[in-house]
């Protein structure tokens, strides 16, 4: 299993451009999440989805959409970029969400916007 | 609301002292308690887990964790540092009411160097 994979690695954006962070798992997971992680703060919950077509906003959820069209993919998109989301971007994913499951993450999207 | 505190920023240890990272968690109910390890440029992984029993709980790597009701804290432990534990250390509570799937509230970090 390849666990849970992001791309790209590594996005220059300028301000106002948009672009859609990727990330898959291959564990059949139902739950599938996107934090954000910034200097100080940890990481915050954007959105997170508890099956495919079933979305809800996390902690910081403005500026970014999300869909679940499939189990394994939970693309993240960013409409009008602002310098402000310029931050490490992680998706993580688990059996079923409840508090027992361990969250797999995946590596990281570092996303700077100009 | 819930919330987690790791009131050191960064720590440094030598190779083979001890170690010990704090986590307070501020939460209602019977927590579900985590620490992950974030190794630079790496994603997290998960160390240890508590949700209920026995309060000294066992990890990978060879750390421990000891959930303490009374003083709502999480303290992460290893007898003897290795230099490849030199990484950032989320201290995180799962929010576990209602509709709150997998939400994962997580301290601000700290940051372990190792002296050799």
């Known amino acids: 299993n390849a666990g849970v994979t992001q791309t790209p690695k590594f996005q220059v954006l300028k301000t106002g451009q948009s672009m859609t962070l990727q990330c898959a798992q291959d564990?059949?997971?139902?739950?599938m999440s996107w934090y954000r992680q910034d200097p100080g703060m940890g990481l915050r919950l954007i959105h997170y989805s508890v099956g495919a077509g079933i979305t809800d906003q996390g902690e910081v959820p403005n500026g970014y959409n999300v869909s679940r069209s499939t189990t394994e993919d939970f693309p993240l998109r960013l409409l009008s970029a602002a310098p402000s989301q310029t931050s490490v971007y992680f998706c993580?994913?688990?059996?079923?969400?409840?508090?027992?499951?361990?969250?797999?993450f995946g590596p990281g999207t570092r996303l700077t916007v100009l | 609301a819930q919330s987690v505190t790791q009131p050191d920023i960064h720590i440094t240890v030598s190779e083979g002292a001890s170690l010990e990272l704090r986590c307070n968690y501020s939460y209602g109910a019977t927590p579900y308690l985590f620490w992950y390890v974030q190794s630079p440029g790496q994603g997290l992984q998960l160390l240890l887990k508590?949700?209920?029993?026995?309060?000294l709980v066992q990890g990978i790597k060879g750390f421990e964790a000891e959930f303490k009701r009374s003083q709502s804290s999480f303290n992460l432990r290893k007898p003897s540092v290795h230099w490849s534990d030199a990484a950032e250390y989320f201290c995180a509570v799962h929010d576990a009411g209602g509709t709150s799937y997998g939400k994962l509230t997580f301290g601000q970090g700290t940051i372990l160097t190792v002296h050799p």
């Open positions: 993580a994913s688990s059996y079923r969400g409840s508090r027992t499951d361990t969250q797999y």
């Open positions: 508590y949700f209920s029993g026995d309060t």
């Open positions: 564990m059949n997971h139902e739950y």
